[in-house]
């Protein structure tokens, strides 16, 4: 008996469940690739948002130390930093070594200043810090502050007047005569009573006047009065009658009354406008003075002085002198020669007298 191999045949049944399942692979192949593909977008997207939301750590630093001009540290120092990335400027003292550091801070442009007491300010010029960079401010030296101290120098009335005293004292015709009681300026300040009796004694004290007193006594021993008699004796009670009455009426009308009634007892000079308003400025000035107050009043001082001057002289001329008429006399020549005094003032002396020019 013969056995024949047995071959199945290759059916279509077969074919068709292959192909199928091939095709399945591939298209498993190709959605993992695209799988893959959308992890990885997803997971760049998200790193490069997660960087904009999260930008670099802030890691830089500006360092430095503060000396002052010998190069010693100093301590105590304010040091403040400011800069466009910095909402505040951010201030720091620097240690007992000068030391002071700025740290976490973002690139950028950035602006030091540095004070501390008695030094005067250190401001940096603008300076660039780049990410992640130390950078060293050099030259951080203070120097002592230049002060700059303004003295307000307020003189009372009293000093004023004392000065300007001292310079009508240094007034004098030809630069010997004495011209102490005239003003050349047009507000000075009232005198003290110790002034005005300072500047009566200087006058009555001085050199040339005691001099002129001499040539007075002469020419009274000349003309024969007052009624003393002739010779040295008469001449020297001449020469004390003449003195008595300068002194007298110096003090009296140039210091006791001017005191007691608050007046100036000297001449203003005008020296300017017509010549008609400085003739009766002169020819009035025995009769009207400023007060302490700078006021026009009558001047009772220098009418006073005069009446006061010749009634003391019954005190000490002779008998036959003595009198009404004396002091009528007597207050008439002294009144007249003031006048006579205030005109030469106005128009000749102020011209020949060495003095300040006046201080408006």
Known sequence: MTFRKL????????????????????????????????????????FAVAQESNPPTADGHIIGTVIDANGDSLPGATVSLSGPTLKDPRKIVSDD?????????????????????????????????????????????????????????VYTQEEVATEEVKVEETQRVF????????????????????????????????????F??????????????????????????????????????????????????HQDPRYYYQGTGTNKSRVLHALSSPFVCRGDNGHLQPNYSSVGGDLGSSALSNLYYPPSNRGTGLVLTN??????????????????????????????
Request: with cysteine.
């Open 175 to 210: 630069g010997v005569i004495p011209n102490f009681y005239v003003v050349y300026q047009s507000s000075p300040a009232p005198l003290t009573t110790k002034l005005k009796f300072q500047l009566a004694l200087k006058t009555s004290t001085d050199a040339f006047t005691v």
């Open 331 to 360: 207050f008439a020549l002294t009144t007249s020669e003031r006048m006579l005094s205030s005109l030469l003032q106005e128009f000749v002396l102020g011209k020949l007298t060495g003095r300040r020019k006046d201080r408006n």
């Open 7 to 46: 071959r199945l045949p290759r059916t279509d049944t077969v074919t068709s469940l292959d192909i199928p399942h091939r095709a399945g692979g591939d298209c498993f192949v190709r959605k993992q690739r695209v799988g893959l593909l959308i992890l990885a977008a997803i997971t760049i997207t998200a």
């Open 212 to 261: 002129g007193v001499g040539v007075l006594a002469g020419i009274n021993q000349a003309g024969d009065t007052p009624n003393y008699q002739q010779g040295m004796k008469g001449y020297s009670e001449r020469f004390g009658a003449a003195a008595a009455d300068g002194v007298s009426d110096i003090m009296i009308g140039g210091a006791i009354l001017p005191s007691l009634l």
């Open 97 to 153: 070594n000068g030391f002071f550091e700025f740290k976490q801070l973002d690139a950028g442009t950035y602006h030091v200043t540095i004070t501390a007491p008695d030094f005067a300010d250190w401001n940096s010029p603008d300076v660039v810090l780049n990410p992640g960079q130390y950078l060293i401010l050099s030259n951080t030296k203070l120097h002592i502050s230049e002060v700059t101290t303004a003295v307000n120098v």
